[in-house]
Each structure stands twice: as structure tokens, then as C-alpha cells.
T-cell receptor
Framework: DAKTTQPPSMDCAEGRAANLPCNHS???????VYWYRQIHSQGPQYIIH???NNETNEMASLIITEDRKSSTLILPHATLRDTAVYYC?????????????FGKGTHLIIQP | DAGVIQSPRHEVTEMGQEVTLRCKPI?????LFWYRQTMMRGLELLIY????????DSGMPEDRFSAKMPNASFSTLKIQPSEPRDSAVYFC????????????????FGEGSRLTVL
């Protein structure tokens, strides 16, 4: 059963901010929100993760709503190299690792 | 750091042949994962290991698939006999878990092994 819902595809102009939404209405208190992306023919790549607070790193920002039922990944200045499939994943990080369950993700296309 | 290394990158074989895919995880990582990706089913977790011990193999499609991790630096995924429907990209990933409060949960993926079974 999918724990997250994402739009299948989005377009964004190069140089603009790309905002990728994700719904996770059934998220539980100890589940984190993770974002990965997969550029064509490559393995998935970690972007960012968060629990409650907004997070920022060198790649992106993650905005999580106060009720934690949805989040938005923001790529502040999208480039053509950001064209990829972006996966939003919720995962229980309770003391151990387990395999991430990938959904279908959002295919983000950056237009020149 | 060389990252997760997979071999071969491409494999073309005929139905009925044995296929062995190999993975070298990042040194020091405690967890190793095998995924399969197809257009129809997306990314599927097949099996994962913790400290060389298989923890969850519920994703392994059938008895034709087997995975081993004889030591901390090497794992294999074997398909015997192979069938055309096994054609896919197989990814290996590894991760380091240092504890609940510091677990980033980041999985490091290899570049994948593209398998074509004719």
C-alpha cells in the first residue's frame, strides 16, 4: 500500500524554483519523510529527509506541514541536470535500517 | 570512497542460463540491499542483509532467485534458471546505521546491473 501520493509529472523552467508536493496523510509520529531522486540510468540518490521541522541542505529544502500530512521539496534554482524522477518516502527510523519502499515518484522535467 | 560497486554493468544471456550479479558495498556499512527496477513495477526491494545475515527476503520473487553475503565486502544475487521476465536493472545499495538519533537513513546505491534475458 502506497504511503505517499505524488503527481506523476511536473515541468519547471530552468532557473526557477521547482516545488514538488507529496501527500502522506497516514504518516505516524516516528516516521521520517525522505526524498530521493533518480536521474536516468543511474541509481537513486538521497536528497534530504526530515521529521517535523523544515530542513535545508546544499541540494534542496524540505517543508513539512505542521500536521505532517504533506511536504514539499524545493529545488531553489532548477537546472537541466535536475531532470529526474523524485521519490517521496516515509520511513520508520526506529533504531534500525530497513529497505526503503519506492513509489512511482514524480518525473520532473526542467525546460530550457 | 569508491561507492557501491556492482558488476557486471550489462549482462545479456539466454533463457535457462545462470546469472550472477555482484556487489561490493561501501566499507564499514552494516546493511546491504538488493533492488530490482522494471518499467512495469518500478523499484522493488528483493532482500536485505544486516552484518552479512539476511534479514528480510520477502521480496525475492521465487526460488530461482538467491542471494548471499559471504563477508562484509561482497554479495551476490543469483538467478538460476533465468527467464525473459527477469530482464531488469538490479541495484545494490548499502547503508550505515549508527543509532536512532543519528540515523540519516541514507541508502547509497550502485550504478546498477542491466540484465537482458533473451
Amino acid at each position: 500500500d502506497a504511503k505517499t501520493t505524488q503527481p506523476p509529472s511536473m515541468d519547471c523552467a530552468e532557473g526557477r524554483a521547482a516545488n514538488l508536493p507529496c501527500n502522506h496523510s497516514t504518516i505516524s509520529g516516528n516516521e521520517y519523510v525522505y526524498w530521493y531522486r533518480q536521474i536516468h540510468s543511474q541509481g537513486p540518490q538521497y536528497i534530504i529527509h526530515g521529521l517535523k521541522n523544515n530542513e535545508t541542505n546544499e541540494m534542496a529544502s524540505l517543508i513539512i506541514t505542521e500536521d505532517r500530512k504533506s511536504s514539499t521539496l524545493i529545488l531553489p534554482h532548477a537546472t537541466l541536470r535536475d531532470t529526474a524522477v523524485y521519490y517521496c518516502i516515509v520511513r520508520d527510523s526506529g533504531g534500525g535500517a530497513d529497505g526503503l519502499t519506492f513509489g512511482k515518484g514524480t518525473h520532473l522535467i526542467i525546460q530550457p | 570512497d569508491a561507492g557501491v560497486i556492482q558488476s557486471p554493468r550489462h549482462e545479456v544471456t539466454e533463457m535457462g542460463q545462470e546469472v550472477t550479479l555482484r556487489c561490493k558495498p561501501i566499507s564499514g556499512h552494516d546493511y546491504l540491499f538488493w533492488y530490482r527496477q522494471t518499467m512495469m513495477r518500478g523499484l522493488e526491494l528483493l532482500i536485505y542483509f544486516n552484518n552479512n545475515v539476511p534479514i528480510d527476503d520477502s521480496g525475492m520473487p521465487e526460488d530461482r532467485f538467491s542471494a548471499k553475503m559471504p563477508n562484509a565486502s561482497f554479495s551476490t544475487l543469483k538467478i538460476q534458471p533465468s527467464e525473459p521476465r527477469d530482464s531488469a536493472v538490479y541495484f545494490c545499495a548499502s547503508s550505515l546505521v549508527v543509532g536512532f538519533t543519528r540515523d540519516t537513513g541514507e541508502l547509497f546505491f550502485g550504478e546498477g546491473s542491466r540484465l537482458t534475458v533473451l
